[in-house]
Each structure stands twice: as C-alpha cells, then as structure tokens.
Nanobody, 112 residues
Framework: QVHLVESGGGLVQPGGSLRLSCAVS????????MAWYRQAPGKQRELVAA???????NYAESVEGRFSMSGDNAKNTGYLQMSNLKPEDTAVYYC??????WGQGIQVIVSS
C-alpha cells in the first residue's frame, strides 16, 4: 500500500525558508512521479511544482525562482525547498504521487 508522509512545515517570517519533505513508502520512488500542490484558505488547490518530460521541473509562476523541487532515491523522499517566503505562500501543502496518492497535507504559515 502506497503511503506518503509529509514533514517540515510550520511558521516562518517573510523572507525565510522552509524545506518540505514527502516520504514515500510501499512503492518504488521516482521524483518524476511526484508533484507538489498547495491550497490557501478559501482558494482552490493549485499546482506548485511538477516534473515535465524532458524539460526539467515546471513551477507555478508565483514561486518561480524561489521554490525548488528535488528528490533522494536512497531515502524514497521528495523535497520542496522554499526560499524568500511571502505571506501569500501561506497554505496547506500537499505532495502527490504517481497520479493517485496524496500526502496528508502540511501547514505553512508565513507571517511576521
């Protein structure tokens, strides 16, 4: 059974950084099968980052240049490094795997 566990969220001041982790179990891990989404209060869930075929990783325009997605096959874990965070990045962040599985969601709050 595939299981995703997210970690690394929390409260951070504007301009700060966080790294989210998504540990995958129950299946073979590949960063190419992972994506990150977020859902802010009162808004629809939106795609933040996802690998594309042959063209690296696609980022939402609002996070381009500040967020970076990566993975560690040895740890079966994907990461979302978030830098220069802004209050509008406040949301629940979700990892999504293999087109079918969601992490539990993790809260990120950017506030002074």
């Amino acid at each position: 059974q595939v299981h995703l566990v997210e970690s690394g969220g929390g409260l951070v001041q504007p301009g700060g950084s966080l790294r989210l982790s998504c540990a995958v179990s129950g299946t073979i891990f590949s960063i190419h099968l992972m994506a990150w989404y977020r859902q802010a209060p009162g808004k629809q869930r939106e795609l933040v980052a996802a690998p594309t075929r042959g063209r690296g990783i696609n980022y939402a325009e609002s996070v381009e240049g500040r967020f970076s997605m990566s993975g560690d096959n040895a740890k079966n874990t994907g990461y979302l490094q978030m830098s220069n965070l802004k209050p509008e990045d406040t949301a629940v962040y979700y990892c999504w795997y293999d087109g079918n599985y969601w992490g539990q969601g993790i809260q990120v709050i950017v506030s002074s």
